[in-house]
């Protein structure tokens, strides 16, 4: 069995390295964090399992679990996070289960060899309540995210320009319209979003990350 280690903690990677190839496993590690150069390790690896650390040198490791997957590989997460939301979305992802780092190495090892041999490596009930937290957020963040979806093209644009920092004259010379139809575009924006001030409707965009599709 092929296990393939993606750990941004030398302590961790090293004793976990060291204890599976203890138990006859073929271990290999993420020579370089860069996410398309963990794919291409991982497919000349072609791992049966990877353990992958949620957070890679403060980037989050979310985009590789489906590509990892993909491979045939299971996935199994290993990582101090904590956040249901963030821990749920690994598994809505592909991931097989989540693994904390915070618990006894022992149990860590014992965990990791569930995985390898296709077993469950978390509580069901856990795995649900996890699910469950991720599409709580989901609903939540696309009722947030609801106003945008009223801006007219035009005004998507307009808005784009402000969170740019340009002025409205600004905007009336990029768009090639007046001056009076880009504040009234404004104003329109203003009212769609709930706010009162530009730099609150650029606020909120930036909050929900809203970019111009």
Do not use: Y
């Not at 290999?28 to 497919?43: H, M, P, S, T, Y």
């Not at 957070?55 to 490791?61: A, T, V």
């Not at 693994?99 to 569930?114: E, G, I, T, Y």
């Amino acid at each position: 069995m092929r296990v393939f280690l993606v750990d941004d903690h030398p302590i961790v990677v090293d004793a976990l390295a060291m204890s599976l190839k203890i138990q006859g496993l073929d271990v290999e590690v993420a020579r370089d964090l860069n996410e398309g150069n963990i794919v291409e390790q991982a497919k000349a690896h072609a791992p049966d399992v990877v353990l992958l650390d949620l957070d890679l040198d403060g980037r989050p490791s979310l985009p590789l679990i489906k590509p990892l997957s993909d491979l045939g590989a299971r996935v199994v997460m290993v990582t101090g996070e904590r956040d249901p939301v963030d821990l749920g979305r690994c598994l809505e992802q592909g991931a097989l289960g989540v693994v904390s780092k915070n618990m006894p190495f022992a149990r860590l090892q014992d965990a990791v060899l569930d995985a390898v041999n296709g077993r469950n490596v978390m509580p069901e009930a856990e795995r649900i309540a996890l699910l469950d937290a991720a599409a709580a957020w989901r609903r939540e963040e696309d009722a947030r995210k609801a106003p945008f979806a009223t801006l007219t093209p035009k005004e998507r644009r307009v808005l784009a320009h402000l969170m740019d920092g340009r002025s409205a004259d600004e905007i009336a010379e990029a768009e090639f319209v007046s001056l009076a139809t880009v504040r009234s575009q404004i104003q329109s924006i203003l009212r769609k979003l709930q706010v009162n001030s530009q730099l609150a409707a650029v606020a909120l965009a930036k909050q929900h990350h809203w970019t111009l599709e």
